[in-house]
């Protein structure tokens, strides 16, 4: 019988375009060579333009799916989507806390790519205080970075935040690493860098892409995950679902009127190719 490959538990929404939640997880998981055990949160109503409806599924339900699985096998590795509720993010919470060997990435969904609120004030507190403690390692693009820094903050707005800063705030709240990638930022390259307790770790330049991009969040952690499920070392692995997820933007599709959808499956597009040859 053969060796079973590593084994990530994703906490996420379902998203029936199939560009970003759930959807994205169990592609990128199973595209970087681990088996994907998908944990649903919520239900929701969205296309590729935005997400209209937001479903939360009782916090019980949550911690059954995801204590049944635990029970039955091992997890190399937990990532964290959209969540849903504070009574979820307190479920949650209490479940990881059981494993604290196992590398917990967190992929703080605040809004969706057109703006749609997806995290209320409660929820962000519930994040704060109860998640990002137990974190190893943490990826918010810079929007997020800077809300979560400054929600506490009365006195800046969080637009006024470096982004070092904000690194220094989310490692002070218990993360133990903090990712902070610049799609949002004015810059002709997209730069990513990694911040420790000591500091700035790596940083990465990227070429920009031209469009927008649904789900690309959800592929960035979600492949950083199954690397470190892998048996990479955080460094390495940040680098690796870098690459990865870069390659599936620029290889992505438009199947709608909204973003593009990054191509998880990018690397078999040779063997559609073959397909399209016999076919013709």
């Known amino acids: 019988m053969l060796q079973p490959p ?18 994205a997880d169990l592609l990128t998981i199973a595209s970087m060579g681990c088996h994907p055990l998908p944990v649903i949160t919520a239900i929701t109503v969205q296309d590729t333009t935005g997400v209209e409806e937001v479903l939360p599924l009782d916090a019980e339900w949550i911690e059954n799916q995801a204590r049944t699985i635990l029970e039955d096998m091992p997890v190399h590795a937990f990532k964290l989507g959209l ?9 949650i919470a209490e479940i990881v806390s059981d494993y604290p060997e196992i590398p917990l990435i967190m992929d703080p969904v ?26 190893t390692l943490l990826t918010p693009n810079s929007l997020e970075a800077r809300r979560l820094a400054a929600f506490d903050d009365e006195d800046n707005s969080p637009d006024t935040l470096p982004l ?25 390259d997209v730069t990513n860098t990694l911040f420790g307790v000591d500091g700035r770790v790596r940083s990465d330049e990227w070429k920009r892409l031209p469009g ?25 692995s940040v680098y690796a679902g870098q690459k990865y997820t870069w390659q599936t933007l620029n290889a992505s599709f438009r199947p709608g009127m909204g973003q593009h959808i990054p191509n998880r499956l990018f690397w078999a597009d040779f063997a559609n190719s073959i397909v399209s040859k016999k076919k013709s």
Do not use: K, W
């Open 6 to 23: 590593p084994n990530v538990l994703s906490f996420a929404a379902n998203d029936p375009s199939g560009g970003a939640g759930i959807q």
């Open 83 to 91: 969540l849903g509720s504070v009574e979820i993010i307190a479920a």
């Open 110 to 135: 605040l809004t969706s790519g057109r703006g749609d609120e997806l995290a209320s004030d409660d929820m962000i507190d519930a994040m704060c205080g109860l998640l990002l403690p137990q974190v």
């Open 164 to 188: 070092d800063e904000c690194a220094h705030r989310l490692l002070d709240m218990g993360c133990e690493y903090v990712l902070i990638t610049g799609t949002h930022e004015n810059t002709t």
């Open 212 to 236: 927008s991009y649904h789900g690309s969040g959800c592929t960035l952690a979600s492949a950083i995950a199954a690397s470190m499920a892998n048996g990479l070392a955080v460094n390495e």
